[in-house]
Antibody
Framework: EVQLVESGGGLVQPGGSLRLSCAAS????????MSWVRQVSGKGLEWVST????????YYADSVKGRFTVSRDNSKKTLYLQMNSLRAEDTAVYYC?????????????WGQGTLVTVSS | QPVLTQSSSASASLGSSVKLTCTLS???????IAWHQQQPGKAPRYLMK???????NKGSGVPDRFSGSSSGADRHLTISNLQSEDEADYYC?????????FGGGTKLTVL
């Protein structure tokens, strides 16, 4: 059974940093791209970042480029999102999602999400 | 970069059928999309991958009541024999070489 479990969310001050993790199980983690998608309360889904299966390629939304860094450890079957210079508008539930291909395609499985709150 | 357009809301009666639409922007009418369901208070759930010619592949455990179809730049999700648990937000998703995008979502109300 595929499982994605996010952790690391919490309350952080504006300008601060946070690292999210997503532990994967039930599939060959190293064979699939992985993504982060966020959702502000009451709003729609917003793509944040995607990393290819080998970590050779990374992609970012303009809203987070230069502040967020996606990475993965295939030996630990874990996806990460390092978030720096956080802003109030980064407050959202962050979901990790498995892609349907090594290079990135549809999100074919979602985690349960972790809440990030940026506030003083 | 493609843009996906969805109606903000839809409604249909219990036991009836409803067809939701996601429209791809000009120049992107051949793109593959995915449909996702998000029930209130829950994480999104992958429903299916839908290609431009109308073929689709559903995720594990998605009921037969859910089907997909395509017409030009429009990608449709049809839900038959509507159940109360189908009341949810429905999002479409697509991607190109270096970015992903979601539609704004359609809130489906089951009457």
């Amino acid at each position: 059974e595929v499982q994605l479990v996010e952790s690391g969310g919490g309350l952080v001050q504006p300008g601060g940093s946070l690292r999210l993790s997503c532990a994967a199980s039930g599939f060959t983690f190293s064979s699939y791209a992985m993504s982060w998608v966020r959702q502000v309360s009451g709003k729609g889904l917003e793509w944040v970042s995607t990393i290819s299966s080998s970590a050779g390629s990374t992609y970012y939304a303009d809203s987070v480029k230069g502040r967020f860094t996606v990475s993965r450890d295939n030996s630990k079957k874990t996806l990460y999102l390092q978030m720096n210079s956080l802003r109030a508008e980064d407050t959202a539930v962050y979901y990790c999602a498995k892609s349907g291909s090594p290079a990135g395609a549809e999100s074919d499985f979602w985690g349960q999400g972790t809440l990030v709150t940026v506030s003083s | 970069q493609p843009v996906l357009t969805q109606s903000s809301s839809a409604s249909a009666s219990l036991g009836s059928s409803v067809k939701l639409t996601c429209t791809l922007s000009s120049g992107h009418s051949s793109y593959i999309i995915a449909w996702h369901q998000q029930q209130p208070g829950k994480a999104p759930r992958y429903l299916m991958k839908l290609e431009g010619l109308g073929s689709y592949n559903k995720g594990s455990g998605v009921p037969d009541r859910f089907s997909g179809s395509s017409s030009g730049a429009d990608r449709h999700l049809t839900i038959s024999n509507l159940q109360s648990e189908d009341e949810a937000d429905y999002y479409c998703e697509t991607w190109d070489s270096n970015s992903w995008v979601f539609g704004g979502g359609t809130k489906l109300t089951v009457l």
